[in-house]
């Protein structure tokens, strides 16, 4: 193509020096990068850091950058948002039965009055299990599934077309064959190939499949980066509940070190409740069955089942966890894949270490995604410096999320400690005030610690400058990742 434009120039009368097609090329891209900087500055509004490493990503790579904006950058928000509200109006003025939220709790100071009830609901009395690794989880999932007598509702982000998403697929369609009625949805571009031949047996078998905001254009994916569905979520009988970092797949059964959670009680509703709404927004369908009163059971756990999504101007997860952090006197214990915390959240954690609160924060050592970890190092040397411990942890790739705060709470959920899940993706939490659970938790962040290295601020002053470099490099991009 290029050699027929040139061609055509030529027949023209324009007389063209191929010496200087380079030097054309990247005159050309840089203004097109100097006309995109309106973009960004108002799509970025509010966001300096993000504007600003969007801006210095234009300019020092002209030709990468503007193709990476204009083809994932841009993220509509003020479109999708709209779309999303809308929908999220609809449903809950035909939704009967709302989730429980319960008033004068352990864990109401959480978010503002405003969000209860529409994206964080408390309920106490709940029966929550925790299952460590997928050896546990999947068992425990599908012994649900295969006991279902009426409904079983599915929300996932990743699930992989191996030996264990097709396990689970099948034990699916069973039960929608004996008359269960099953809705499984199942996030666009995560789980892009399930959509296809692999969800046929689902189908023939009486089951709804779902997207949750396929892209506009099938051909350009990368459009759909952002504002995926990060939400894992199992609802069966409206009874019992699954949530937590696990994707479905062989990875995330026998080689990934996860958590997920088991829960019976009011909490199960909350969980369906936000399933529900994003199905009603990915079908238009309401799900119209009556569901039970909720049914405190004989527990002493309290949950908030906390929704947060770029649908709202809120970031209702993070602000949770800095509310819980800002609160803590004894300990902060903090394992994720992905640490590339908030301005907000770094001056949470430093300010707990610097005040004599036990600070831990556990991070694979060799992570899935190696610019991510990049990232992250570069936010080691303040933590470090302000008398936080942060742990490598030498083994299978750690993907679970969770908190630990002082003896009472502890946190399971989807979200990442990074900007893509606080501000990009719907994720789903939930914050359990329980000493038993907090226990638990601990010990399992104990081994995990036992199984990981442990950094000092010596090492970082010790190592290479490229290396220092590239982590310098790469914290540049951490309002984009």
Not at 94 to 115: F, N
Not at 329 to 358: M, N, Q
Not at 454 to 464: Q, Y
């Amino acid at each position: 193509m290029g050699t027929s434009f040139f061609r055509l120039l030529r027949y023209l009368g324009v007389e063209v020096d191929i010496g200087l097609v380079p030097a054309v090329i990247l005159g050309i891209a840089e203004l097109v990068a100097l006309l995109s900087v309106p973009s960004v500055l108002l799509q970025r509004r509010g966001r300096p850091q993000a504007a600003l490493a969007w801006l210095l990503a234009l300019f020092a790579f002209p030709l990468g950058g503007i193709f990476a904006w204009w083809l994932f950058g841009r993220t509509h928000l003020r479109r999708k948002r709209r779309s999303r509200t809308k929908s999220t109006k609809v449903f809950r003025e035909r939704q009967q039965h709302m989730a429980l939220c319960e008033q004068g709790t352990a864990l109401d100071g959480l978010g503002p009055a405003r969000a209860f009830g529409r994206t964080v609901w408390v309920s106490q009395g709940n029966h929550v299990r925790l299952l460590i690794n997928g050896r546990t989880a999947f068992p425990e999932m599908e012994r649900a599934i295969a006991a279902a007598r009426h409904t079983i509702h599915v929300l996932y982000y990743i699930w992989n077309d191996d030996a264990t998403g097709r396990r689970i697929r099948d034990l699916l369609a069973e039960r929608a064959r004996a008359g269960c009625k099953v809705r499984v949805l199942v996030d666009a571009v995560g789980s892009s190939h399930f959509l296809g031949k692999f969800a046929d047996p689902l189908r023939a078998a009486g089951a709804h499949v779902a997207a949750f905001l396929p892209p506009r254009f099938r051909g350009l994916r990368a459009p759909a980066f952002n504002f995926r569905n990060h939400r894992k979520i199992l609802v069966v009988d409206h009874e019992v509940a699954f949530t937590g970092g696990m994707n479905i797949g062989d990875e995330y059964a026998y080689e990934w070190l996860d958590i997920s959670l088991s829960l019976r009680g009011p909490a199960v509703g909350a969980l369906e409740h936000v399933l529900l709404e994003d199905w009603f927004f990915a079908t238009g369908e309401h799900v119209a069955e009556v569901e039970p009163a909720p049914v405190s059971l004989p527990s002493k756990v309290t949950c908030a089942v906390i929704a947060s999504g770029p649908d709202a101007v809120d970031e209702w997860i993070h602000d949770a966890f800095f509310v819980a952090l800002t609160r803590a006197e004894r300990r902060i214990w903090i394992a994720t894949p992905y640490f590339i915390p908030s301005h907000a959240l770094t001056v949470a954690l430093r300010t707990a270490a610097a005040r004599g609160v036990d600070v831990r924060i556990v991070v694979p050592a060799r992570s899935d995604v190696r610019l991510v970890r990049w990232a992250s190092r570069a936010y080691y040397r303040e933590l470090l410096l302000a008398g936080a411990h942060i742990f490598e942890y030498e083994g299978q790739m750690l993907h679970a999320k969770a908190l630990v705060v002082d003896d009472n709470l502890a946190v399971i959920g989807t979200a990442n400690v990074d900007n893509r899940s606080f501000k990009l993706n719907f994720e789903v939490g939930c914050f359990l005030h329980s000493e038993a659970l907090n226990r638990e938790l601990a010990r399992w962040h104990e081994e995990t610690v036992a199984d990981s290295v442990r950094v000092r601020p010596r090492d970082m002053a010790h190592e290479p400058v490229l290396q220092t470099l590239r982590e310098s490099a790469a914290h540049l991009l951490s309002p984009l990742l």
